[in-house]
């Protein structure tokens, strides 16, 4: 079946610093693939996503590529912030339109000091 | 801006009593989800449930679980007879006809 690998964590980085975020997934066809945040007390949001092979899904600084050559979906930001501390969840939908169910990563908690 | 919206925030039962777990989904919303994350462990896809009727579940979702949309705005999640190992964050979701679910806070479910 589908599934969802995310690097391990917690990672712990000062304000500024660089993060990579590592998700490689398994399915069959083409999936659309996601990220969520969840900041503390509040439900997952979707941060990006990308439908299709290639495609890059950017929101607030954030950015990831699907390569679908090497199964991965691997969320980047050049420089993080205090705010952007919380835990990130890789995902991918077997289909492109609704309803249909996500099948998560086990995400990753970013803690970001000042 | 609208949200999906769960209650209670923190449910501790004790094991083999019922729960009904509760989430208020974005208004003009079609598609509804409920998922739960073991402590540590992934978030687990439960149920799908669109025109009243379940869409898909998991292997998960035995006969203990069932869903309901009784009123047009409620969507629940009842566990008839809880285990242990039901505790985990059960989390609802919505979605409209594009493919972006909306989540709610979840609901912290404890069994003794």
């Known amino acids: 079946g589908d599934s969802v690998t995310q690097m391990e964590g917690p990672v712990t980085l000062s304000e500024e610093a660089f993060l990579t975020i590592n998700c490689t997934y398994t399915?069959?066809?083409?999936?659309?693939l996601f990220w969520y945040v969840q900041y503390p007390g509040e439900g997952l949001q979707l941060l990006l996503k990308?439908?299709?092979?290639?495609d890059k899904g950017s929101n607030k600084g954030f950015e990831a590529t699907y390569r679908k050559e090497t199964t991965s979906f691997h969320l980047e930001k050049g420089s993080v912030q205090v705010s952007d501390s919380a835990v990130y969840f890789c995902?991918?939908?077997?289909?492109?339109?609704?309803?249909?169910?996500?099948?998560f990563g086990k995400g990753i908690t970013l803690s970001v000091r000042p | 801006e609208p949200e999906v919206t769960q209650t209670p925030s923190h449910q501790v039962t004790q094991m083999g009593q019922e729960v009904i777990l509760r989430c208020v989904p974005i208004?003009?919303?079609?598609?509804f989800y409920w998922y739960r994350q073991i402590l540590g462990q992934k978030v687990e896809f439960l149920v799908s449930?669109?025109?009243?009727?379940?869409?898909?579940k998991s292997e998960i979702f035995d006969d203990q679980f069932s869903v309901e949309r009784p009123d047009g705005s409620n969507f629940t999640l009842k566990i008839r007879s809880t285990k242990l190992e039901d505790s985990a964050m059960y989390f609802c979701?919505?979605?409209?006809?594009?493919?972006?679910?909306?989540f709610g806070p979840g609901t912290r479910l404890t069994v003794l």
């Open positions: 995902a991918l939908s077997a289909d492109t339109g609704a309803n249909s169910k996500l099948t």
């Open positions: 399915a069959t066809g083409y999936p659309s």
């Open positions: 990308a439908t299709k092979a290639d």
């Open positions: 208004s003009n919303h079609l598609y």
């Open positions: 449930f669109y025109n009243n009727e379940i869409s898909e």
């Open positions: 979701a919505s979605q409209d006809r594009g493919n972006e679910q909306f």
